[in-house]
């Protein structure tokens, strides 16, 4: 009984870390798309042409941040 109460505080100190990175990492993405609105949107002067481009890869840069620093961890454990 004792190793099954190890195992789940084990994985509640990992669900905790997790959770603490994903966070991190979200906020961070969530910048880098408010900072990148921000530049494009604030001046004025809108490019609809090449907005929806701008925009797709602006949201897979600041999603892979995410997903970048989780795969790390997860083969690191």
């Keep these: 009984m004792m190793a099954v109460a190890s195992d789940l505080r084990w994985f509640a100190i990992k669900r905790t870390h997790m959770k603490k990175i994903v966070l991190t990492y979200g906020i961070i993405g969530g910048i880098i ?22 925009g797709y890869t602006t949201m897979v840069i600041a999603l892979s941040t995410i997903f970048s620093r989780s795969r790390v961890i997860a083969t690191n454990t």
């Design 33 to 54: 798309v408010s900072a990148m609105m921000w530049l494009t949107l604030g001046s004025g002067n809108h490019d609809f042409d090449n907005g929806m481009w701008i």
